[in-house]
């Protein structure tokens, strides 16, 4: 049986001949954003699962190359329903929706926007703000890492930022880098550090560096998820339990494909597609339709249950991306329960049999 949270936004699943039918149960207590976890050996807690902002204002890899008053409104809803389920850690990145990479608007300038907007409700709000520097192959020492850093502020409309991260590995000044991110710290404009995209060498590289300045590295940003194990493979997962660093998740939910929502027939649009074709969502079915299943036995939906399973790996935290209100009060519904030890194993004995689709490029840097 699964323990369940009186939470703000809980979800519950009605079964109905024509399909399933997801359902919103609102109460007014939420404990989710009491039962915080730090990141790694810094001072900063966070929520056990945050919300990924990848998606606000991208036109380049998301909602089909276009950006309207529409999306923007869904993005704003996305936003307020976290918040009021009590999800507060959000991520994003100055690369996010931004010109350089095609963007309509950066996804930063949005994060900004929603927080001020909220804040006129509710002055005693606080948001866990992360977002990265672009490890950009023209920026060169720690000097980038700081006027990028501003620049990051400026857009968020904030004076610091709770977590800031180096994106990917930079081709070459990495140590510049790291310096870059102590000097955030002691100036003040952080509360903690992080890397992305770090593999097991460049990950200790950067526990040591800050390590000598007493400063902590709390948490590695990485591709993470049921059907994409690459960190249990490649070392970075054991080194992150080793050296108290939190792992966190991104694309958790592997870009949609493990939410039920595609099929053979009805692959993801744009360049998903090329990722999840119908062939690999044909070889998906058996464990979509067991985490069905699991699913079923808790009221979860499928979405649910995998989140489910990265926090039962201890020390993970699952930033889901949300385009919508309903997509983060699902998300929600991740938290307050836990499968049990053999339905984990289950799921990823049955994972194990599907060959891993692409990943970030630059993890095997």
């Known amino acids: 049986m699964a323990l369940h949270f009186s939470s703000g936004c809980l979800f519950s699943l009605s079964q109905r001949r024509s399909g399933q039918k997801i359902r919103a149960v609102t109460s007014k207590s939420s404990v989710i954003e009491d039962d915080k976890v730090k990141l790694g050996g810094s001072d900063l807690k966070v929520t056990k699962l945050g919300i990924g902002a990848w998606s606000w204002g991208d036109t380049s890899y998301w909602n089909n190359f276009e950006w309207d008053d529409k999306k923007l409104k869904s993005a704003k809803t996305a936003f307020d329903a976290s918040i009021d389920c009590g999800i507060t850690f959000i991520d994003t990145a100055e690369v996010y929706g931004s010109k350089f990479s095609f963007g309509a608007i950066n996804s930063e300038t949005l994060l900004g926007r929603f927080i001020k907007e909220r804040k006129e409700k509710d002055p005693e709000l606080e948001v866990a703000v992360a977002t990265k520097f672009a490890a950009l ?7 980038s890492v700081l006027a990028a850093l501003k620049d990051s502020l400026a857009r968020l409309e904030l004076s610091s930022v709770d977590l800031y ?12 880098y790291i310096d870059g991110l102590g000097d955030a710290v002691e100036q003040g404009l952080v509360k903690a550090v992080g890397v992305s995209n770090y593999s097991e060498k460049h990950l200790r590289s950067a526990y040591e560096q800050l390590k000598k300045r007493g400063i902590p590295l709390a948490s590695n940003q990485v591709n993470y998820s049921l059907i994409y194990r690459l960190p249990e493979q490649n070392g970075v997962k054991a080194a992150c339990d080793e050296l108290g660093v939190t792992l966190i998740a991104y694309s958790p939910i592997a870009q949609g494909a493990l939410t039920g929502k ?8 744009g360049p998903r597609r090329q990722i999840y074709t119908p062939e690999f969502l044909t070889k998906l ?5 067991r985490i069905k299943e699991i699913g079923e036995s808790y009221s979860k939906t499928p979405t649910q249950v995998v989140l489910n399973w990265l926090i039962a790996q201890d020390n993970v935290v699952p930033i889901p991306g949300a385009k919508n209100a309903e997509q983060a009060k699902e998300f929600a519904g991740a938290l307050g329960w836990r499968l049990t030890q053999q339905e984990i194993g ?5 994972a194990s049999d599907l060959k891993p689709v692409t990943g970030f490029p630059v993890e095997k840097l």
């Open 262 to 269: 595609y099929t053979p027939e009805n692959p993801p649009t």
């Open 285 to 289: 079915q058996p464990l979509i339709n």
């Open 165 to 176: 991260q180096l994106h990917w590995p930079g081709i070459w000044g990495n140590e510049g």
């Open 137 to 143: 192959p023209w920026r060169l020492g720690r000097q």
């Open 346 to 350: 289950q799921l990823r004995s049955l």
